[in-house]
């Protein structure tokens, strides 16, 4: 079966610091990979998503972005957080090659202060 | 452009009342997919059903039950008879036929069962 994970878990970063967020999807091959981040009280926002490896497509401008180094690992980075980077980031996978549904990780949640 | 719209913020009800959570989208595809997702308070959500948009069967899932009508593009999500465990934020989604499965989020509906 296929399982999807994101660390860290939860993580408090001062603003201008970097930030690393990782995600990896086991039992699958070849996925779309996607970012998305809530903001508290609010919807999921799709930030990244990705068909192969090294193809990203930026949904939203922002100072966030993304690499996909293998085929099932997802990486999330910024050079320096801003204030309004807080938020609770979603990796999610979907099949490559059909219109299936998308599967979501546990999450992280970051607190930039 | 694609839009969802789950008008209703918050639904408080009383344990083994039923309830009914709003979903309205926009879409000019003619081909596309609808989506229900429930974020407990873990966070993680999990997918609930898939509903493409040739087939406008409802369905019923246990306690679960889904209203797909083109006409009014609505895809209300019914709970009979509700338990404490059913609280989370629900999440109507949409997507086209194009682009990589992109999904469109409603805001979500935070749903609180009480006992």
């Known amino acids: 079966s296929q399982t999807i994970h994101q660390w860290p878990a939860t993580l408090v970063q001062p603003v201008g610091s970097p930030l690393s967020l990782e995600c990896t999807v086991e039992?699958?091959?070849?996925?779309?990979l996607y970012w998305y981040r809530q903001a508290a009280g609010r919807g999921l926002q799709l930030l990244f998503y990705?068909?192969?490896?090294?193809?990203i497509s930026s949904e939203v401008p922002q100072n966030l972005s993304a690499s996909r180094p293998q085929d099932r690992q997802f990486i999330l980075s910024s050079k320096k957080l801003l204030l309004s980077d807080s938020g609770f980031y979603l990796c999610?996978?979907?099949?490559?090659?059909?219109?299936?549904?998308?599967?979501f990780g546990p999450g992280t949640r970051l607190t930039v202060l | 452009a694609q839009k969802v719209t789950q008008a209703q913020t918050e639904i408080s009800v009383v344990e083994k009342e039923d309830v009914t959570l709003d979903c309205v989208y926009e879409?000019?595809?003619?081909?596309?997919?609808l989506f229900w997702y429930k974020q407990p308070p873990s966070g993680e959500l999990v997918f609930l059903i898939r509903?493409?948009?040739?087939?406008?069967q409802n369905e019923i899932s246990g306690r679960y039950s889904w209203n797909f009508q083109k006409s009014t593009s609505s895809f209300n999500f019914t709970i009979t008879a509700s338990q404490v465990v059913d609280s989370a934020v629900y999440f109507c989604a949409l997507r086209g036929i194009q682009g990589a499965q992109k999904l469109v989020f409603g805001q979500g509906t935070r749903l609180t069962i009480n006992p």
């Open positions: 999610a996978w979907s099949v490559g090659t059909s219109v299936d549904e998308q599967f």
């Open positions: 509903r493409n948009s040739f087939d406008e």
């Open positions: 039992g699958t091959s070849n996925p779309n």
């Open positions: 879409t000019r595809d003619t081909t596309y997919y």
């Open positions: 990705s068909v192969g490896i090294g193809q």
